[in-house]
């Protein structure tokens, strides 16, 4: 699975921010780049281990479209 987040440097907590808009901006922090990112996966993981297995379909019988509004 592949999701779009927003890296931000967070002068005021000195941390960086990584922004996942399409996950309704779940978002997470580190110190580093690296470790905000590494923190946002485990966060989507997570948060995608607590849905129903039914929720998704078979992604074999799924097209990926772009929609632009």
């Known amino acids: 699975m592949i999701v779009k987040a927003r890296l931000e440097w967070d002068e005021d907590m000195k941390h960086f921010i990584a922004i996942c808009p399409d996950l309704n901006h779940l978002s997470s922090s580190g110190k580093t780049e690296e470790e905000a990112i590494e923190n946002l996966q485990e966060m989507i993981k997570n948060v995608?281990?607590?849905?129903p297995d039914n929720l998704f379909y078979d992604s074999k019988n799924l097209q990926e479209v772009k929609v632009i509004l």
């Open 48 to 51: 995608l281990n607590s849905l």
